[in-house]
């Protein structure tokens, strides 16, 4: 059944078939909500920067850490630092398995991390358990 209450989702990855891939996943599990693509960090903070228009914040951003120009990392060390930003909860979704790359991304504020799924159908069981656990 398809959830009524549409929350907004903002898919931050530089890689267009990621992107693409995890909302597939996200509807493939009927979790219809707005899902917002963004390519780049410093897309993501232009975002919340620009006064031109009033705007929600999402209900959750899935952030890639390795992005050219202001990666993962630079973005949630901003995001925590501003108390307007710092509740959104934020998911790091990074082809990286390091330990250090976990370690410092909960340092820097992220509310979960995973490493990006081998299979698609993989895919479709995070997203699932993502939107039942913050959506």
């Not at 060390?77 to 410092?104: C, F, G, H, Q, W």
């Amino acid at each position: 059944m398809i959830q009524s209450a549409k929350h907004s989702v903002f898919i931050v990855d530089d890689d267009e078939d990621d992107r693409l891939t995890m909302r597939d996943a996200f509807i493939e599990n009927k979790h219809s909500h707005n899902y917002v693509f963004m390519q780049s960090g410093d897309q993501l903070m232009g975002h919340f920067a620009d006064d031109s228009t009033v705007k929600k914040h999402p209900s959750l951003i899935l952030l890639d850490l390795n992005m050219p120009g202001r990666d993962g990392r630079e973005v949630l060390r901003e995001m925590k630092k501003n108390d307007d930003l710092k509740p959104i909860p934020v998911i790091v979704v990074t082809t990286s398995s390091s330990a250090k790359d976990r370690e410092a991304s909960y340092k820097l504020g992220a509310n979960c991390f995973v490493t990006k799924p081998d299979s698609y159908q993989a895919m479709v069981a995070l997203t699932d358990a993502i939107a039942k656990l913050w959506l």
